[in-house]
């Protein structure tokens, strides 16, 4: 008896997928199997650490919406990924850009969350159209900016 519990219970807790959020694909659309994956595809080249994000509401504008972000880092070792912290000498900085209309968009908040992670809140497209986000770190006048193009219907 007490092998057939174990057996259960193990199977039971094998099984559990927690979804802690309502994944979303950069592009606005929802899609199940879009994941916050650390694979380096996008990386701050001047000071070399990797980047993902994603939105954590539907893209819709006049909303407020959360982005969440990692940095990645490949380990000394064996050359896998790890979290890391943006330097306590750079700033990190967001920035929401409409280039066919010339103008941005209210301020937005960046919170550490953890280990490399970061929420940017108060993300809030005024109107519908082509926009850019801009992702910057700073350090000594130097900026290293990943520029992501979105199309906010």
């Given at each position: 008896m007490k092998w057939f519990c174990v057996i259960?219970?193990?199977?039971?807790?094998?099984?559990?997928?927690?979804k802690y959020f309502n994944v979303v694909a950069p592009?606005?659309?929802?899609?199940?199997?879009?994941?916050?994956?650390?694979?380096?595809?996008?990386?701050f080249?001047?000071?070399s650490q990797c980047f993902s994000w994603r939105l954590i509401e539907p893209l819709e504008a006049q909303k407020n919406l959360t982005i969440i972000v990692k940095f990645y880092r490949p380990n000394l070792y064996d050359q896998t990924l790890v979290y890391e912290d943006i330097a306590a000498n750079r700033?990190?900085?967001a920035k929401l850009w409409m280039t066919s209309m010339g103008h941005g968009s209210?301020?937005?908040?960046?919170?550490?969350?953890?280990?490399?992670?970061?929420?940017?809140?108060?993300?809030n497209f005024i109107m519908s159209g082509s926009w850019q986000i801009y992702f910057d770190q700073i350090e000594n006048?130097?900026?290293?900016r990943?520029?992501?193009?979105?199309?906010v219907p």
């Open positions: 259960i219970l193990f199977v039971f807790t094998a099984c559990a997928q927690p592009n606005g659309s929802s899609n199940e199997s879009y994941k916050l994956e650390a694979d380096c595809s996008v990386r080249e001047l000071f700033e990190f900085k209210v301020p937005v908040q960046i919170k550490r969350l953890d280990v490399g992670t970061y929420e940017i809140s108060h993300v006048d130097q900026i290293d990943i520029t992501v193009n979105i199309n």
